[in-house]
């Protein structure tokens, strides 16, 4: 299962750090990334991580956001900067590079100009 946390309403230029519990057959060390979905648009990726610990991120989020894992505790996160209206989305942890079917609820960050 994956239970992400941590959206909320900020305002234009403000800060979210969201997190991701793994659990049963899901181990963040096996690669991780968030994605987002906006209203009316296709869900896209935003940051992986990858096994080796070398992040990718979208040019959506590049300069912004930082991903970052702990494996002690199957969590994984994104420390998110700068968020700018257009950031609204519902947020998404998942395997990467290739997903999982089962998406789980996702948290929503709402910025407002």
């Known amino acids: 299962q994956l239970q992400a946390s941590g959206g909320g309403s900020v305002q234009a230029g403000g800060s979210l750090r969201l997190s991701c519990a793994a659990s049963?057959?899901?181990?963040?060390?096996?690669?991780m990334g968030w994605y987002r979905q906006a209203p009316g648009k296709r869900r896209e990726p935003v940051a992986g991580l990858w096994r080796t610990d070398d992040p990718t991120y979208a040019d959506l989020a590049k300069g912004r956001f930082i991903i970052s894992r702990d494996n002690a505790k199957n969590m994984v996160y994104l420390e998110m900067t700068s968020l700018k209206p257009e950031d609204t989305a519902l947020h998404y942890c998942n395997q990467y590079p290739v997903p999982y079917a089962d998406w789980g609820q996702g948290t929503l960050v709402t910025v407002s100009s």
């Open positions: 049963g057959n899901i181990f963040v060390r096996n690669g």
